[in-house]
């Protein structure tokens, strides 16, 4: 079965600026895989670049099928990426949001009442502006956009931050459930304990390249220890 993705010596640019350098990968599909690795490493750059917005100039870069070192557009359809930023439009409401992230998809509109009632957007948030939000109430808004395109390919950065518990744990049930329908999921995360006890595979970045892939066992999570921040001097990677 082909990869969803494969990168091979990958490099991407931002100006004349390298933000990956030599980055190798391959994710398996129904794979749940997490990028490890301090601030600063590369892992946001290689989700980015996975989701067609960040331009691969040299090596080999393919997701789901698609050529990224050509035109990227082609996948962004069919990827779905939960960035740091929740990439709302603050002037829509909720339900907006969600219908229009939908419609541009192409996915179908009948998911997004599903998705909100699932992120426990009811009453009357569906019609508040998102600029009139809390934090967490716009991170469960831009979860249910993903939730409502359900895309093939979930990237998905920093995914528990912003969340309480409870939304913590509903995010987790829907990375699986998620992963049970045949989706493909690559996150990042220094929710350790978390993230180790949801990947079946370990990748290290850090300078913009990547280790080889290790197993997830159950040990990783419990001798995670605390993140790990980069030397303040050593930002040259997104």
């Not at 049930?173 to 992963?179: N, Q």
């Amino acid at each position: 079965m082909d990869p969803v993705i494969r990168l091979r010596s990958a490099v991407a640019l931002v100006g004349r600026f390298p933000v990956l350098a030599g980055v190798d990968l391959d994710v398996s599909p129904a794979e749940i895989v997490l990028l490890q690795g301090a601030n600063g490493a590369g892992k946001t750059s290689i989700l980015r670049a996975c989701a067609g917005l960040l331009r691969v100039v040299a090596g080999e870069a393919c997701v789901l099928g698609v050529d990224l070192t050509g035109d990227a557009r082609a996948v962004r359809r069919r990827v779905g990426l939960l960035g740091h930023a929740t990439a709302l439009y603050d002037d829509l409401t909720v339900v907006d949001n969600v219908t229009f992230a939908v419609r541009a998809s192409g996915a179908d509109r009948a998911g997004v009442a599903p998705a909100l009632a699932h992120l426990g957007l009811t009453g009357r948030l569906p019609r508040t502006r998102v600029a009139a939000l809390s934090a967490g109430q716009r991170r469960r808004v831009a979860l249910a956009t993903l939730v409502a395109r359900d895309p093939e390919l979930w990237l998905l950065d920093e995914p528990h931050a912003g969340l309480d518990a409870e939304h913590r744990d509903l995010l987790d049930e829907l990375i699986l459930a998620a992963v049970g329908r045949g989706r493909t999921v690559v996150l990042a995360s220094h929710e350790r304990h978390r993230a180790h006890a949801l990947a079946g595979r370990i990748v290290t970045v850090a300078g913009g390249a990547t280790a080889p892939a290790v197993p997830a066992t159950p040990g990783d999570a419990a001798s995670a220890g605390p993140p790990v921040v980069a030397d303040p001097e050593a930002t040259s990677v997104a």
